[in-house]
Structures are given as C-alpha cells and as structure tokens.
C-alpha cells in the first residue's frame, strides 16, 4: 500500500486537459468541455466530499495525461498519482469517475463508486448517455457536480450494491 491514509479516488479521464480519444474521432472536444467550466465545480465537490466522508481526494491520473506538477493547481493542490492505479483501488474507501472503463477496478473491488457529471457534459448527449448507462448497469444516480451539493445521496451511494456488482462483473 502505496498510500498511507484512508482516501477518495478519482479516476481522471483525459478531456478537458488533453483530446483523449476525440483525436480519434476528430470532434472538437474543446466544445463539450472547458477547463474553466469543469475544474471549479469539480474541485468544490471534492472538498464538500472530503469535508463529508473525512477522507482526502486523490487524482488517479489518466495514462494519455501527463502532469507537470504532483500537486496541480487545477486539481485544488490534489495529488496526482500516475502509476499503480489498480493498487490504489484496492486501497480507496471510494471511486469516483465521470466514465471510465476503470471503474471495473472498483466494482471488482467492491468500492462505492460516485459517478459524476457537470452541466457542460449533460450538454452533450453522447457523453451523458455514457454516464446515464453507467450509472443504469451499476443501480446509482450520479451527480452532477454544478449542482448544489447533497450529502443524502453522497451518503447512498456509500453503499456497495453486490448484486449489481457481480452483474457488472459477469457482462463485463
């Protein structure tokens, strides 16, 4: 264990620091997210999150992202691990994700899992159907971040769903 303290893990997905997968399409992803509008709202979701579970938020960095700095600003000073990140599930009291495949490392661990989105990705339907399918296949409503934060949910989803985790584990 790699991490000494109990904690929250954040599966960072590429966009809006890099194109991530949009290179591959050739959509201009800079249209369906900001860094403006993505990284305050979601920097305020992890302090009410910390302030609420009492555990720090760390970035499991995404491998087409590479980071300058361990402890970036944009991320509120957070830690930015870029390896092991399967070793830091294990660990994680919590895993959260906009969407991302890598939350089968938190369903295989039996982690609560917080699904999130903003108003900026609910603005674009393919990406919010992602998170909608998501949230469907794993029984959990997510949240979104520009919203004003609810401590009730946040509480819900700290329960590990069994029945839809070996669900998700048998078709995926």
Known sequence: R????????????????FPGDHALTGLNYKKFYSIEKWFPPLNRFFENLEDLLKLKVIIAGHPKVIHKE?????????E???????????????????????LSLGVLNKKPIILI??????????????????????AMEPINIDEPFDSGKIINLMKVNDQKHEEYKFNY
């Open 2 to 17: 790699f991490i000494k303290n109990e904690y929250a893990l954040f599966l960072e997905a590429p966009t809006p620091l």
């Open 70 to 78: 361990k402890f970036p600003q944009y991320y509120g000073g957070r």
């Open 80 to 102: 930015v691990i870029q390896k092991n990140t399967a070793n830091a599930c294990v660990h994680a009291n919590v895993v959260i994700s906009r969407s991302s495949t890598g």
């Open 117 to 138: 989105y903003s108003n900026e990705i609910s603005a674009y339907t393919a990406q919010k159907n992602i998170t909608y399918a998501f949230a469907k296949e794993l």
